[in-house]
């Protein structure tokens, strides 16, 4: 054994299928929180880490879920890339050890690619609950003599003795064959082999090149083309998957006791959840209670918040006054940084309740139901029930919803959905709502931002109808997705996953938000002659003015309004703390400042149908440059992104005009 | 005959993949192979179908499930 100072750091990576718990595993192995949850597909970026085992670094790569090691998706690219490369030594296969018999086609496969590989058997703890037991030393021998290591990434047992597996390991000589194919597919993988070292050199995992050129493996046969007639006359990828599973089948035999008693319980909720008619009003119920929840609770305790800032706020004005601050400074922090600051942040219990909601879904095992739930509405618009699961990702952020689109298989679909999630109701325009709807609409508060929320749906599933008929290309990938077992939701997940979440909204308060409200506040409090004295002379009027014609057929024709709604590209709520600053008001969200807002803008005409057409107007136009920005990343287009704004902003004015005109017939 | 006629509650067996070629590697990748049986738990009006195939589950969309020719087996 070498001496801890001169070892290099080992460098592993997690390999695994979707969802069988490698990145709750990595988290628990660095340290790290990164998102986890309850359906496929949730990592879509290599994401590295650190682990140590005494005096062992180790660099851990946790990796995107793929079933097999082919080319054909994005996720697989990623992961086969980094797994072959030399960066990484030691392959960890995390395994779901309740669904052994899937998950070990991909074990066979790396096992073929020549580098040394660790089985950690995770969610044992689901095998025994099953009442099956898997023979740990019958598996090992079957698998070419390979650790296997029990763990339990949720519960954080079998750590240490992965650790010490991959070190030792790692420097350990390589596993032996695992697998034998038929006598005919041998001999050909033995002649293609042979000719593979004749002609490139001595290759390290010749015997996998072998049997990826029998598969007419895009990249390899592209790499290293081969001419051998009479033995890669055709694809034999079928016949290799088939033995494989054939050898599965054998391991199953031999490892699974009790394989027959099997606890139903996920088959028997998903009768209902899945049923063919109440699929979906299940559905629409649970978001119905999502949001009935996020704002009754979410109002129960703003209460707090508001009597916390009005204290802050009046104890800061008194102690500035009291020190002689002068006039501007005073104006800057108090009605400019805590008015539109403190504004935001008692938005924080909806908000808090809203994740909540979200994390339960997700870690409960529902969302991929929720893909086959949605099919045949998303089919009817030239999209799969996948591309559901980007677009209820976006009621928390739309940034991480464009991401998600990854799991998509073809880029049609991909700009399809990314089209199309900005119209769900991401977090940030809950405060708009809440406000507004309680200022306007009172006791009807909830239903019309209920309403807010289903015509953010419907719209998106419009657009998504009026593209699939415009253009020709016709659905090609149907709904694929496997459906994760149901569990309790872990509250460390949860608790991971909604601290991350507050953390992001603290955060822009502190930053995007921050700087906004400064902005704002100089930009109403001078023009180019310097400080004013009058609102109504600053640049922030003058451009306000300037659209008041344009948004006045919306019902929106106030200039406070227009420099909000511009103001909100930043952040979208910084179209609330843009309020305060604009009319003055300092608690905005207390009962209060609802009373004070209501009656600045009903003296100039703005009444609950403006409302309703300003708060349509905020579900439906650009997203903040946040989620720009990576719509731009993940289409690599400007031009699109660019039209995309545009399309957004047209069909919000529309919408919006529509609305007050129409409405304005009746009311 | 197809998945998609299939009933729920009964247990098929793959005959052959009739899919795109890379929908017919990914369910092979999956498990589903000529041979392997399927039982179906639920489906609908539209033909998406969620199977149970070697002790896990898959929703299927209707392109799929058309071209995935089965026949019927003792359970």
Known sequence: ?667 | MTLTEGKIGCVYQVERLQVKENVTRRLEALGVNEQTKITILNNKRNGSTIIRVRGTRLALGRLITDGIFIKEVQG
């Open chain 1, 1 to 667: 054994m070498k001496a801890a100072s001169d070892q290099k750091s080992i460098t592993v990576g997690f390999v695994g299928n979707p969802n069988c718990g490698k990145t709750t595993l990595f988290n628990a192995l660095t340290g790290a929180s990164l998102k986890v949850a309850n359906w496929p597909g949730v990592t879509v970026e290599r994401v590295e880490g650190e682990a140590k085992y005494r005096s062992q670094r180790i660099k851990v790569i946790d990796l995107p879920g793929i079933y097999s090691l082919t080319s054909y998706s994005i996720e697989e690219k990623v992961s086969r890339r980094c797994v072959m490369g030399e960066e990484v030594d030691v392959i960890v296969n995390v395994v779901d050890a309740s669904s052994l018999e899937r998950n070990l086609y991909l074990t066979l496969q790396l096992l073929e690619l020549g580098k040394p590989v660790i089985l950690a058997l995770n969610m044992m703890d689901i095998v025994e609950e099953r009442g099956l037991e898997i023979d740990l030393h019958r598996l090992p021998e079957m698998l070419g003599g390979i650790p296997v290591v029990p763990v339990s990434a949720r519960k954080r047992t079998g750590l240490e003795v992965l650790l010490h597996a991959v070190v030792h390991h790692s420097e350990e000589g390589l596993h032996s064959q695992v697998m034998f194919y038929s006598k005919g597919l041998e001999a050909r993988i033995a002649k293609t082999e042979d000719a593979l070292n004749k002609k490139y050199g001595k290759l390290p995992n010749a015997r996998w090149m072998a049997i990826k050129e029998l598969d007419f493996d895009e990249e390899i046969t592209k790499n290293y083309p081969l001419d051998l007639p009479g033995v890669l006359d055709e694809s034999y990828e079928k016949q290799i998957i088939n033995e494989k599973y054939d050898y599965i089948e054998e391991i199953m035999e031999e490892c699974m006791v009790n394989k027959e008693k099997k606890a139903a319980s996920t088959e028997r909720i998903d009768r209902w959840m899945t049923h063919r008619i109440w699929g979906v009003p299940i559905f629409l119920g649970i978001l119905a209670l999502v949001f009935f929840l996020t704002f009754t609770i979410g109002d129960f305790l703003k209460g707090y918040f508001e009597t916390g800032l009005e204290w802050f706020s009046g104890q800061t004005l008194l102690l500035m006054q009291n020190i002689g601050a002068a006039d501007w400074l005073v104006s800057l922090i108090v009605d400019g940084i805590i008015a539109g600051v403190g504004g935001i942040l008692t938005f924080l219990p909806n908000i808090f309740i809203l994740f909540l909601a979200l994390a339960f879904l997700e870690d409960s095992g529902y969302m991929a139901r929720v893909a086959y739930v949605m099919d045949d509405i998303m089919g009817r618009v030239g999209l799969s029930g996948k591309a559901f699961l980007p677009m209820v990702l976006g009621f928390g952020c739309t940034v991480p919803a464009v991401m998600a689109t990854r799991g998509l298989e073809s880029e049609r679909d991909r700009r399809r959905t990314i089209l199309i999630t900005p119209f769900m109701s991401c977090s940030a325009r809950l405060p708009v709502y809440v406000l507004f709807a309680s200022v306007f609409f009172g006791n009807k508060a909830m239903f019309v931002a209920y309403s807010l929320y289903v015509i953010g749906v419907l719209m998106a599933i419009a657009v998504a109808l009026v593209v699939d008929r415009l253009s020709p290309k016709k659905l090609e990938n149907a709904l694929l997705i496997e459906l994760p077992e149901y569990k309790t939701p872990n509250a460390r997940t949860i608790a991971i996953y909604v601290w991350e979440k507050i953390k992001d909204y603290l955060t822009k308060a502190g930053t995007t938000i921050f700087i906004a409200s400064i902005v704002l506040w100089f930009v109403l409090n001078f023009n180019f002659s310097g400080m004013v004295t009058e609102v109504s002379d600053s640049f922030g009027a003058m451009l306000g003015h300037a659209l008041v014609p344009i948004l006045a057929p919306a019902g929106l024709g106030v200039w406070q309004i227009a420099v909000a709604l511009i103001s909100g590209l930043s952040a979208k709520e910084v179209v609330v703390s843009s309020c305060s600053v604009l009319f003055g008001i300092s608690n905005i969200n207390s009962a209060y400042g609802m009373t004070a807002l209501s009656g600045v803008l009903g003296s100039q005409g703005f009444g609950p149908l403006n409302a309703y057409a300003f708060m349509l107007f905020c579900l439906l136009y650009t997203p903040c440059v946040a989620a720009i920005g990576t719509i731009r990343r993940e289409t690599h287009s400007l031009k699109w992104t660019a039209g995309m704004v545009l399309f957004q902003l047209l069909l919000a004015w529309t919408a919006a005009v529509l609305v007050y005109q129409i409405g304005g017939l009746f009311l």
